[in-house]
Structures are given as C-alpha cells and as structure tokens.
C-alpha cells in the first residue's frame, strides 16, 4: 500500500522568509512524486514532480523539493515567500495513472 | 484543446435525489479518474477507467456509479445523494509518459446535499 503524509495543516511564514513544507511517502516500489498547489476556489496546478532523473526538482514560481529515499522525504521549499503564495499545496504519489495526496498543507503569508 | 471540463460548476441537491456529475477530455486520453476533496482530507479517488467499457473502484466508491462508453466521457452519477457527498469533485485525465504518469485536473464541481 502507498500513502502520503504532509506535516502540519497549517504554515504560516512572513514575506520574504523561506517556506518548507513537508512531506514523507510509503512505497514499496519506487514512486513518481508530486506537489500540487490549489488557490481559492480554484482547480490543482502542478508544481513539480519527481520521476527518478535528478533528486532536485525546480518548478514553477520558484518552488524546488528534494527526494530523500533514506528519509522517505519529499520536501517543497521556496527561499523567498510572496503573498501570491497563499495556498494550500498538496503532495501526491503514484506508482501508475493514480494518485494518492496527502491531506494538504495550508500557506497564509503575513504582511 | 479545451483539457479537461466539467459541468455543473455548483449544484445543490436535495437528500434522495440523483445526478450526474459530466467530465470530458478532448487529448485522447486513456485513464480518467474521479476524486473528491473533503477539508483535511486532500483528494480520495472514487472510481478509475483505463480505457473505454473499463472502470474500476477507487478508495471512496460507495454511493457513485461510472461508465465509460467513449474515451472522451466519464461521468460520475449519484444514485441516492447524501449529505455526506457534498464535496468538492475534480475529474482527472492522464496518459503515460517517459517519466510517469502525466495528470490533467478539470476545474471541479462543487456539490452541497442538504
């Protein structure tokens, strides 16, 4: 059985200080890994994934997350937060065409 | 190409009553998914298809039915709505890649069952 655990449901980070969310996977085969975002009222945009090429991943509006095999980890960071990046962010895993999500990690970034 | 669509975007329903979510992708997709998304819980998949006249059950099925007559169609009926079913419901498309599995998200339909 595969699953995703995101820690903490709620990050709460000043403009311009880093943003880490975390999550942690089980898989008994090696995974595709995912961080999706979702702004207010609106659908899931991909962020970035990981597909065994590079342990870094770089996505979109300078987000990166790092698979760890030994950790079982797949952490999102962003170095600099912006307000636009209120949102909730959700890691994802598949082994095939269906995913498994965690259950979201809600941003709010202070002024 | 307009991806992956879904209508209604709001419904209400009244408990008892039926309806048929619609989903439709115009990329010639293989796998269609549906998911719901419930607060603290992310997104649980209700049922799955790998092909047209293929479905399967996913990790929340119980109340929904799916058929899959064309590779373009995947709709998602309620048979006896719930208050428990009101959710928001996102209709996936995907097809396989080089590096994995690649996943299109329709815009959602947001259910609420009094």
């Known amino acids: 059985a595969q699953s995703v655990t995101q820690l903490g449901s709620h990050v709460s980070v000043s403009e311009g200080a880093l943003v880490l969310l975390r999550c942690n996977y089980s898989?008994?085969?090696?995974?595709?890994l995912f961080w999706y975002v979702q702004y207010p009222n609106q659908g899931l945009q991909l962020l970035l994934k990981?597909?065994?090429?590079?342990?870094l991943v770089k996505g979109i509006n300078g987000f990166e997350a790092e698979f760890k095999k030994s950790e079982t980890s797949f952490h999102l960071t962003k170095p600099s937060a912006h307000m636009s990046d209120a949102a909730e962010y959700f890691c994802?895993?598949?082994?095939?065409?269906?995913?498994?999500f965690g259950a979201g990690t809600t941003v709010t970034v202070r002024a | 190409n307009a991806g992956v669509t879904q209508t209604p975007k709001f419904q209400v329903l009244k408990t008892g009553q039926s309806m048929t979510l619609q989903c439709a992708q115009d990329m010639n997709h293989e796998y269609m998914s549906w998911y719901r998304q419930d607060p603290g819980m992310g997104l649980r998949l209700i049922h799955y298809s790998v092909g047209a006249g293929i479905t399967d059950q996913g990790e929340v099925p119980n109340g929904y039915n799916v058929s899959r007559s064309t590779t373009e169609d995947f709709p998602l009926r309620l048979l006896s709505a719930a208050p428990s079913q009101t959710s928001v419901y996102f209709c996936?498309?995907?097809?396989?890649?080089?590096?994995?599995?690649?996943?299109?998200f329709g815009p959602g339909t947001r259910l609420t069952v009094t």
């Open positions: 994802a895993l598949s082994n095939d065409y269906k995913l498994s």
């Open positions: 990981y597909t065994s090429a590079a342990t």
């Open positions: 996936a498309s995907s097809y396989v890649t080089g590096g994995g599995y690649e996943q299109y």
């Open positions: 898989s008994s085969v090696p995974p595709y």
